[in-house]
């Protein structure tokens, strides 16, 4: 699937990019090359332009980005074009990026100089969870605002269970539920957009494990494993949570932990 892929070679396009004033006034030749991956196995069978994208329709709205924005670097020109033909362009699986300027007037000469960005769509799986308040509404206005996030689309969302508090027992009961997203954030991305929206919920860290309007983790990430200071995917404590493996069995019964190499369905029997 994601071997199959459509490249486009050193698009010219006359812009304005650069961080000296000179390059935004005068501009200069940039060169643009781009790799498209989708599954082209129907295109591939059918001779069906719909189930493929059209590469010239691709080649006139990166013409376009880069005349009708000015930016400094190429590093944000090509961060653009691969945010925006994933945003416009549901078929692609990822798009890789690479922006040239030959021209780039660094008083030496050199043949080209170029950024290259790929970007992929991604599956996440996140708990959410509330105490405080209006449980439902803050749970539901933060789906709301993560479905209408650049970048983002909930596929997929869990009922909310009612559930005694896990932990710190000595707080209100929660209301939890999971939701399944796609994105082509990457995953300090995406957790730094869930505590955004957590902060406004007006949640305040009074304690740790303590009562709070808005809590969104992180619980799988495709097969990715992270573990640094700030971010442990999967969830650390996923497989002896109730709370967080019920409503998640709901919409991912067979999505597998890729430690464990466990089922969310296996390992809340394993739980209960
Ligand atoms: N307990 C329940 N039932 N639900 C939660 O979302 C929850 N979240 C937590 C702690 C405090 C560990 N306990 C919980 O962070």
Redesign the pocket.
Known sequence: MMNDYITVSRLEVYANHGVFPEENKLGQKFVISLKLYLDLSKAGADDDLTQSVDYGQVCRRVCDLAKSDTYKLIEKLSYEITQTLLDEYELLKAVEATVEKPWAPIGLPLDTVSVTVKRARHMAYI?V?S?MGDRESYIGTAIEKLNHTRGCRVLRTSCLLE??????TD?P??L?GALCVSTYLRPHELLELLQRLENEAMRVRERR??P?TL?LDILLYDDVVINDERLCIPHADMKN?E?VLKPLEEIAPFALHPIYKKTVREMLEELV
């Open positions: 708990a969870g105490n559930t005694k508090p896990y932990g710190v707080q009961d929660f939890n494990w303590g709070r809590d949570r709370f």
